[in-house]
């Protein structure tokens, strides 16, 4: 059956067939289970650049709980800049001629990212923090944050970015454990 609608014509899909994306880049992959039911078609994903470079064994062989807890670290400060995220800005805001900002105030849950995010910031070096936010935060590759974090031409991608996520995850305990003594305000 085909569709016609002014000078374009559709063909529909079937509920079984699943389209991918418009433009397939390397980070993108089919490994999403749209149903519990056995044989049902896997949806498309974009997989972050921390998870290439995992699957890449950039952060250590695949197996090993070094690798792991880099992963890890970055997966979790990945989450805490999305929960520090604020959703209270209305999108009719632009339209306001009085020049008045009407924002929400900060929710307890992003209140406490804001606080983790800080504490992890702060035990972080300059270079390990451009590198971290590079990567696991704006989504660019190693190579691109190693350049962002102005270091030398010669130096190891795959070996700074260990030592980057290794300083983070060091970071984060240490964070937690200062959090966790301090208690909530």
């Given at each position: ?7 374009s ?19 993108h992959?089919?490994?999403?289970a749209?149903s519990?039911v056995?044989?049902a078609?896997l ?12 699957q890449?064994e ?9 690798a ?45 990212a804001?606080r ?9 070096g ?7 936010r ?15 974090a ?6 190891r ?6 030592e980057?996520l290794?300083?983070l995850a060091?970071?984060?305990e ?6 966790k003594?301090?208690?909530p305000?």
């Amino acid at each position: 059956m085909t569709i016609s609608a002014g000078n374009s014509t559709q063909t529909p899909t079937s509920d079984d067939e699943i389209q991918g994306p418009a433009i397939v880049t390397p980070l993108h992959a089919q490994d999403r289970a749209t149903s519990k039911v056995a044989g049902a078609p896997l949806a498309w994903r974009k997989r972050s650049q921390l998870e290439v470079a995992f699957q890449a064994e950039r952060l250590g062989a695949r197996d090993s709980s070094a690798a792991l807890a880099r992963l890890d670290a970055g997966n979790f400060y990945a989450q805490l800049y999305d929960a520090s995220q604020s959703p209270s800005r209305d999108s009719t805001e632009a339209f306001d001629c009085t020049g008045t900002v009407h924002r929400m105030p900060y929710g307890e849950a992003q209140a406490n990212a804001v606080r983790h995010l800080v504490a992890i910031e702060m035990r972080l070096g300059e270079r390990d923090k451009i590198i971290a936010r590079s990567v696991c935060w704006f989504g660019y590759t190693p190579a691109e944050a190693i350049v962002r974090a102005r270091l030398p031409r010669d130096t190891r991608v795959s070996a700074r970015l260990c030592e980057s996520l290794d300083a983070l995850a060091d970071a984060i305990e240490r964070s937690s454990k200062r959090l966790k003594r301090k208690g909530p305000r």
